[in-house]
């Protein structure tokens, strides 16, 4: 049975993206297939993980094409 984990938090500054992407790469090295998303304007996540952009989430929610980012085995992007 796949699980959903959330980071979330109003308030900048906390760690929020920095601790989606420690807690993934652990998850993914441990054999979890792992799919981070970041929703953040400022897509912290995505360039703590990647210089590379591609059509994401914003793309998915107008029902366009987008693309997950190959971070590594069993972990994925969609920015």
Do not use: W
Request: hydrophobic share 35%.
């Amino acid at each position: 049975m796949p699980k959903i984990i959330t980071f979330s938090n109003q308030k900048g500054g906390v760690g929020k993206s920095t601790l989606t992407r420690e807690i993934g790469v652990c998850l993914a090295k441990q054999g979890h297939f792992t799919l981070l998303v970041d929703l953040d304007p400022q897509a912290n996540l995505t360039r703590g993980l990647t210089d590379e952009t591609k059509p994401g989430a914003y793309q998915a929610f107008c029902n366009e094409p987008f693309e997950f980012h190959f971070l590594r085995e069993r972990l994925h992007l969609l920015q």
